[in-house]
């Protein structure tokens, strides 16, 4: 039969840290990108079973929020929020000013729901907190999660992790279409865009 | 095709850098076209090769990697018992019909300089 | 046509840049095949039975001579010396390695061509009327409009991950050559009450599994608000598309299940509210575009000029070209000419790199330096003088692609099937070879019929449009046939009939020639054509001739 394996590395390729991971790491528990770090996240992102913590910043499902916030009321320490993809917006869109962040999961990162939820949130409920990208949060779709208003993301992927750290995601940086936040325009034609820094 | 001659199973893939279809041998190599191409004729064997497969996926050899069921003559000869695996083994059955075909891929320019992102444009002439 | 700008080549240096990127991250292993994936669709690029396909953009099928060349060049330096002419106006080659890829698309790129968006669950390559331009019967070329939204689409952060591929295309005509029924959204450019331009907007057209006419869902968008209503369509697809099964999740299936008024109407309230927001398209933009379109420099024939193009000696076979091959040009003294990539007997819409820098001296020299890519995989030379038809056509001779059958039983329309596709059941070229053979010596007599032949359930050969469709599936381990009829993808859209048991592949050579001959039995003269007298006579006789009991 065929020669046998032993020996050979079996590790799957895309864990396989390349030698250029040598230098740059970030602690494997800081997992939220926020203004170019990796920081710890200090929001605990609470089971619909779990009891909520009494002290730290906590995000709930929505269907949590929906039964428990009135008696939130109370509660000193920030709420957030977390949806899934097809959830909808409608029965929670007057508390949206209560959250300092909604988080917007990427379950399979084909899933582009929460690219169209992000915009709606942005533009249409005018949402101004952090917005962040949770799941599968890969590089190549940073930048395009960028443009629809996400501002911080929950990293785990270890490529994506050193793209980041090592300021090399290969992007597009010009746009033909005008995004949700805020960009530069470029010369007169009345769509193009570009990202700046 | 009779089906109550014994099948057995070769491990097929297509390798990353050009999409060939390619089997692999019993040196563990992936090879273009059956010759060589080690067979599975045990369920350990098949798990064997399925491993193997996923082993050579996960290293970027190859892409998409399956068994394909053979019939095998006499002489050992190997035969695809699915009418697409004997499409996909012999290659397209026009390319005699296809206008200004040829079998093998030049040998590559010179390596161009590369289009560097964010330099001005030049006159394009017209 | 339209021409870059610095923005748009820096575009498509850093999409280059980017994919090179990409790619080196894939053969390093730092992406995984299920990563890499998406990204490579997105580029064009596809991993096929045999060998990578890279699918090229020809926005709206239009291309000028230096391109065309650039494509011949690619065909023989990096691939088997010939590419495949598609049924979205687009081109493919088979046989391109994977680190070659990168430097196809900086070539590409320096013809102003790229691989963006022609695969993956994005909007795909925005088609038009391949006579736009040139036929009297428009109100306005389409084409701007396409290209305005070629660029709103391109790597739309919103819409890069949809359920599904998104098709859309653009017609200006009564006669709809753009199939726009059978699209995602399909735009029917229009002249309004108020005098201006704007659309009826047609969504959830579609072919494949379920097969679907499109719904009219407006009738009288301003243009100003084409962006604006696109946006809001695909924002509610991409939010309420089925995700959960790949053969549910095009529009089609959304607007199907909850029905197109009620589709409608989510429609109608996100566009009310961002109507009026940075989408709208001013004026000035659309004039501005509009400008890259204009007519070229046409010499009009003196008054008094032969409207029939000279012939010099009698020569029945270039006059039947005019006849069959030729259209009425908008300007007097021009004609349309339709190029055939269907020779007898041949691969239907293959070229090969020196038929193809061939067409494009014929474009240069004779057609205004363009030529177009046909949805039914022909090529076009919109704008030929009448003068020079003798001499495009003794060029056509030439390169063998002179065959006079536009139309006709063997133009016939054949998706690449089990010859390259991994999705496909059954290979579908040879079919089409055997059935030209076939008929080849009756095709005037026969007249217009349109063939589409798919080798598997996703249509890519557009069998459900087909006068005569025929559908590969794979029966007890080998290829077999069905057999549809009545389908057209014109403006009389409708949806072919499969007519009984399938066939094999000799047996469904036969089945069609069965069908052609009871047509031909049948029809009330040689003036009514096949779609019309099956429309007349029905099903009845046609099933009878194929399937009761032979003498």
Redesign the interface.
């Given at each position: 039969m065929l020669p046998p394996l032993d020996g050979l590395d079996q590790q799957a390729g895309a864990d396989r840290p390349s030698a250029r991971d040598a230098t740059i790491e970030a602690p494997a528990d800081a997992t939220i990108w926020q203004g170019g770090v990796f920081q710890q996240d200090i929001w605990v992102t609470v089971a619909d079973g779990d009891p909520l913590p009494q002290a730290s910043p906590a995000i709930l499902s929505k269907k949590r929020w929906l039964i428990e916030h009135d008696g939130l009321a109370g509660r000193n320490t920030p709420v957030g929020l977390k949806l899934e993809p097809g959830e909808a917006l409608d029965d929670i869109v007057g508390d949206l000013a209560q959250f300092s962040v909604i988080a917007l999961n990427f379950p399979k990162f084909s899933d582009g729901r929460a690219f169209s939820t992000a915009t709606l949130i942005r533009d249409k409920h005018g949402f101004k907190g952090e917005l962040r990208a949770v799941g599968n949060v890969l590089s190549d779709q940073i930048p395009l999660m960028r443009r629809v208003g996400f501002d911080t993301f929950e990293v785990t992927h270890a490529p994506t992790r050193h793209a980041l750290l090592e300021g090399r995601l290969a992007e597009v940086r010009l746009h033909y279409q005008p995004a949700v936040v805020s960009e530069p325009p470029v010369g007169t034609r009345p769509w193009l865009r570009r990202t700046s820094g | 095709m009779s089906k109550s001659a014994p099948t057995i199973s070769v491990l097929t893939a297509n390798r990353l850098s050009d999409g060939a279809v390619v089997f692999l041998d019993f040196d563990g190599v992936w090879v273009e076209g059956l010759r060589g191409a080690v067979v599975a004729r045990s369920p350990d064997e098949v798990r064997a090769l399925e491993s193997r497969g996923a082993f050579d996926a996960a290293r970027n050899i190859v892409v998409e990697p399956y068994l394909v069921e053979m019939l095998e003559a006499a002489d050992g000869g190997l035969t695809p018992v699915r009418f697409r695996e004997r499409v996909r083994l012999g290659g397209p059955s026009i390319l005699g019909d296809v206008p200004g075909y040829v079998e093998a891929v030049p040998a590559k320019p010179q390596a161009r300089p590369e289009p560097v992102a964010g330099q001005p444009v030049h006159a394009e002439a017209a | 046509m339209y021409r870059y700008?610095?923005?748009d080549?820096?575009?498509v240096?850093?999409?280059?840049?980017?994919f090179r990127?990409?790619v080196e991250?894939?053969?390093?292993?730092?992406?995984?095949?299920d990563?890499f994936r998406?990204?490579r669709l997105m580029n064009g690029l596809y991993?096929?039975?045999?060998?990578?396909m890279l699918r090229i953009a020809v926005p709206y099928g239009t291309l000028s001579s230096r391109q065309m060349r650039k494509l011949a060049h690619i065909?023989?330096?990096?691939?088997?010396?010939?590419g495949h002419f598609t049924t979205r106006q687009n081109l493919q080659f088979n046989?391109p390695?994977?680190?070659?890829i990168p430097?196809i698309l900086?070539e590409l790129?320096?013809v102003e061509m790229h691989a963006i968006q022609t695969s993956g669950?994005c909007i795909r390559n925005v088609t038009a009327d391949h006579f736009a331009g040139a036929t009297a019967e428009e109100v306005a070329d389409p084409r701007p409009y396409a290209e305005i939204i070629r660029?709103?689409?391109?790597?739309?952060?919103?819409?890069?991950?949809?359920p599904r591929k998104f098709k859309v295309a653009v017609t200006a005509a009564e006669r709809d050559r753009a199939a726009i029924q059978v699209h995602d959204i399909g735009l029917h450019l229009k002249r309004l009450a108020d005098g201006g331009l704007g659309f009826a907007v047609w969504v959830g057209g579609g072919q494949g599994r379920t097969p679907l006419l499109a719904k009219k869902i407006r009738d009288n968008l301003p243009e100003a608000d084409l962006l604006s209503y696109l946006e809001a369509t695909l924002?509610i697809y991409?939010?309420h598309g089925r995700?959960d099964n790949k053969y549910k999740a095009r529009i089609k299936i959304l607007v199907h299940e909850i029905g197109a008024d009620a589709f409608a109407a989510q429609v109608e309230e996100e566009w009310q509210?961002?109507r009026d927001g940075?989408?709208k398209l001013?004026e000035d933009?659309i004039k501005?575009i509009d400008a890259y379109f204009a007519p070229p420099a046409f010499v009009a024939p003196p008054a008094g000029a032969s409207a029939k193009p000279p012939t010099g000696a009698p020569d029945a076979a270039f006059e039947r070209w005019i006849v069959r091959n030729t259209h009425a040009h908008k300007q007097r003294g021009y004609a349309i000419v339709t190029i055939s990539l269907k020779p007898i007997?041949?691969?239907p819409g293959?070229?090969?790199?020196?038929?193809m820098d061939a067409v494009a001296d014929l474009a240069q020299r004779y057609s205004f330096d363009e030529v177009r890519v046909t949805h039914e995989q022909n090529l076009v030379l919109p704008h030929v003088c009448l003068g020079d038809l003798r001499a495009v056509y003794d060029g056509l001779v030439a390169i063998?692609l002179a065959e006079a059958n536009a139309g006709l039983v063997t133009d016939i329309i054949a998706c690449p099937g089990?010859?390259?596709c991994a999705l496909?059941?059954a290979?579908s070229?040879?079919i089409a070879?055997r059935i030209s053979e076939r008929l080849a010596t009756r095709q005037d007599q026969i007249g217009d019929l349109k063939i589409k032949i798919s080798g598997c359930i996703n249509a890519c050969g557009h069998h459900h449009v087909g006068h005569i469709g025929i559908l590969g599936v794979?029966k007890r381990?080998?290829?077999h046939y069905q057999l549809l009829l009545g389908g057209s993808g014109a403006e009389d859209a409708a949806l072919a009939a499969i007519t009984g048991p399938g066939f094999g592949p000799t047996g469904i050579v036969d089945a069609v020639e069965k069908v052609v001959d009871t047509y031909l039995k049948l029809r009330k003269d040689p003036q009514e054509a096949f779609l019309s007298a099956y429309g007349r006579l029905g099903s009845a006789p046609f099933k009878e001739a194929l399937y009761a009991a032979a003498a």
């Open positions: - | - | 700008d610095e923005f080549a820096e575009f240096r850093q999409r280059v840049a980017q990127d990409q991250r894939r053969v390093k292993g730092e992406l995984t095949e990563e998406p990204l991993l096929q039975l045999h060998a990578y065909a023989r330096v990096y691939d088997r010396g010939y046989w390695a994977l680190g070659d430097d900086a790129a320096e669950n660029q709103w689409s391109s790597l739309h952060p919103e819409f890069s991950f949809l924002r991409n939010l995700r509210r961002i940075a989408l001013p933009e501005r007997g041949g691969v293959d070229a090969s790199a020196a038929q063998g089990l010859d390259y496909a059941n290979r070229i040879p070879q794979e381990g080998e290829e």
